[in-house]
């Protein structure tokens, strides 16, 4: 059975676990993602799920920084971390950013993009995570696992 997404769910049926704002600045994104770590070990996520998680969070958190907000410092990005009533883990990143449409970033698999130095985040967060959606025009992801 397919699990039911995630996307149309309020909520307010979500417990928060952490919510951080942190300057948009690359510096920033470790202690975002130690501080997420510490909290998936406190609820016994297996580690290879918390090691998935970890990578996903870090590559939205870059994303979020460079491409939301141009690394300007004076832009907070903001990092929630939540579960629902199954214990099931959302991750939610947003940026004030303009936002962009993820159906058209370039596929990194295809043979002009393999040698490119940038655009495997979105496909690396889709394949790590069990659920992701854009929300806000792009500069919301949420990202499920389960």
Partial sequence: MTPEPHASRPDKQLSEL?????P????AIAAVTD????????????????????L???EALVN????????????EVRCRLQSDPQGRIVVIITDPGPGFN??????????ENV??????????????????????GGNEIRMWKY
Avoid: W
């Fill in 18 to 22: 952490l919510n951080l704002g942190f």
């Fill in 24 to 27: 948009a600045d690359t510096e």
């Fill in 35 to 54: 501080a997420i770590s510490a909290t998936l070990v406190q609820l016994l996520v297996p580690d290879e799920k918390r090691l998935e998680i970890e």
């Fill in 56 to 58: 996903a969070v870090q």
């Fill in 64 to 75: 979020a920084v460079v491409h939301g907000c141009q690394s300007d410092r004076s832009k």
């Fill in 102 to 111: 993820p159906d058209v970033v370039a596929d990194p698999k295809r043979p």
């Fill in 115 to 136: 040698f490119a130095d940038h655009g495997r985040g979105v496909y690396l967060i889709r394949q790590l995570m069990d659920e992701v959606h854009f929300e806000k």
